[in-house]
């Protein structure tokens, strides 16, 4: 992890940013979903009342990944928790120790904050990120079916339709 840096995102990220969640779209197989602009992920990350935050790995002062994540709240527990949306390091840079270096940056976190939870999920065939997940600690949760209003099924939902 020689010359690993791990720090705050800002507003002038945003391109950068924008373009790992591409990258990481691709990887996933879903390129087409993308359809934040600069000025989204500017906007959603870094105005004054953005809720959700980021964070850029850096090696040798050369971006090479980055993570997205937002508090959110167990009832079970009382305590909030911190939830990672996305994290992704470049193909070249996987294996190298970056991506377990973001998860633990996330996870003091989670502990200075007082979180009861740092929870993320993963795509059911990404066998190399399960076998990471599984290889530092973490456990699945099956029990769970994940949902999602989204686009027009939202919007109809929403206005009462």
């Known amino acids: 992890m020689n010359n690993l840096t791990i720090r705050p995102a800002r507003a002038e990220d945003a391109a950068l940013i924008l373009g ?27 105005a004054p009342d953005a809720t ?9 002062d050369k971006p090479i990944g980055y993570a997205v994540y937002f508090y959110n709240y167990s009832t079970w527990l009382g305590k909030q928790g911190l939830y990672l949306e996305d994290l992704y390091i470049t193909p070249e840079q996987r294996g190298s120790g970056a991506g377990k270096a973001m998860l633990k940056h996330l ?24 076998q990471f997940y599984d290889s530092i600690g973490a456990k699945p949760q099956n029990e769970w079916i994940g949902y999602r209003l989204d686009g027009e099924a939202l919007c109809k939902f929403g206005r009462g339709q």
């Open 52 to 60: 959700a935050k980021a964070l850029i790995c850096l090696r040798e």
């Open 107 to 130: 996870a003091q976190q989670a502990i200075e904050n007082k979180c009861g939870r740092f929870e993320w999920s993963v795509l059911d065939w990404n066998e190399p990120a399960i």
């Open 20 to 46: 790992f969640i591409t990258e990481l779209a691709i990887y996933e197989k879903a390129e087409h979903s993308v359809v934040a602009t600069e000025m989204d992920i500017a906007t959603s990350l870094f």
